[in-house]
């Protein structure tokens, strides 16, 4: 089932929610990203302390004969976790990181060849703690239309961009279940073409939606 009833909005209207979203108060408040399963999320939290931290880039196109896109990645299917899946670029902080911004745009360069300086930050959101043992922070950043990506081959399998307005449109996200210690759990996902977006790449781009969103409210 859908998360929640939308009005069809025009991607321009997207695109600058998304940015009146960043300049608000809004935009600021860096609220934790739960997990959709309640108890996945407080075994989580309760484990905090003890997580690596990450970050990762949501690269979003400059908008364009009213068209914006955010850009995605499918993992490679050779790599230990997550394999196959749906993500964002960005990885786990390193000591020469000054900040988790520079984690995720470092990431994004080495996994798909996004320099740093093609990326203007607008933002980030506040971190997601994951049960694989990693606090996550999204980081927000307007690119140009016509860049090309260069996928690492080792961590990378395909880049692609789904629509802006669809990212954005809380009422596209469907609630469903995976296994996950030998009990059901809840999840999120949002479905672009072939590609199923979920996990926790879901979760994150939900609550940007959701407080997109608000913020327009």
């Not at 940015?19 to 608000?24: A, E, G, I, K, V």
């Not at 995605?72 to 988790?100: C, F, M, Y």
């Not at 300086?117 to 694989?132: C, D, K, T, Y």
């Amino acid at each position: 089932m859908s998360i929640d009833s939308s009005i069809s909005i025009p991607a321009s209207e997207h695109y600058q929610g998304l940015l009146d979203f960043f300049q608000s108060a809004g935009g600021n408040t860096q609220d934790s990203i739960p997990h959709p399963d309640r108890e996945i999320n407080a075994m989580a939290m309760q484990e905090l302390d003890s997580f690596r931290q990450a970050a990762v880039l949501i690269p979003v196109t400059r908008l364009r004969d009213d068209e914006s896109h955010v850009v995605l990645t499918v993992r490679s299917a050779n790599l230990k976790s997550h394999a196959g899946q749906i993500s964002l670029p960005g990885g786990t902080t390193e000591p020469e990181d000054v900040d988790e911004t520079a984690t995720a745009l470092r990431e994004s360069e080495e996994e798909i060849g996004l320099k740093s300086e093609q990326v203007e930050v607008i933002g980030r959101l506040g971190e997601m703690a994951l049960p694989s043992g990693f606090r996550v922070t999204p980081v927000v950043g307007i690119i140009e239309n016509d860049l090309e990506f260069n996928a690492c081959p080792v961590e990378v399998a395909d880049v692609f961009q789904a629509p802006l307005e669809l990212v954005l449109d809380p009422n596209a996200y469907m609630q469903s279940s995976y296994v996950y210690r030998d009990k059901e759990r809840a999840v999120l996902e949002l479905h672009y073409e072939d590609y199923r977006i979920w996990g926790a790449t879901a979760a994150i781009l939900y609550h940007l939606a959701t407080g997109v969103r608000r913020n327009r409210e």
